[in-house]
């Protein structure tokens, strides 16, 4: 009889090219808080999630924090995502804090692959 691991292992195996697609689908977003030009990217991150999570079954709110001023430019800073899966008031309550921001990657900085192309090597 197949024990609870390996009924969870079995369900990622047959997940994996899923999984696999949307690892593929996030590395991709160049979510570089200290670069001024992918700030986008960083917004887009946080939507991408923010979208994930709905597909999940969480009501999602993206909220504004304001501005930051990098080189003088005046940039939004990338939202924060609130989320709320199940309403039960008998169930406990799990904060997670996290970031979804990465730091800058190149080639040049003696990466063997391209940062954001998920490569397996």
């Not at 960083?42 to 939507?47: D, F, G, L, S, V």
């Not at 199940?86 to 904060?95: N, Y």
């Amino acid at each position: 009889m197949a024990s609870n691991l390996d009924k969870l292992f079995e369900y990622i195996r047959s997940k994996e090219e899923l999984y696999i697609q949307r690892l593929t689908d996030v590395v991709a977003i160049q979510s570089v808080s200290a670069w001024a030009d992918k700030r986008g990217e960083c917004i887009r991150m946080m939507e991408h999630t923010k979208t994930e999570m709905e597909k999940l079954g969480c009501d999602v709110k993206l909220m504004d924090i304001g501005t930051q001023d990098i080189g003088g430019e005046s940039l939004p800073l990338p939202p924060i995502i609130l989320g709320c899966l199940g309403k039960d008031p008998d169930k406990k309550t799990l904060c997670v804090y996290g970031h979804l921001d990465v730091q800058p990657a190149c080639v040049e900085d003696g990466w063997d692959t391209e940062p954001f192309v998920l490569t397996e090597v």
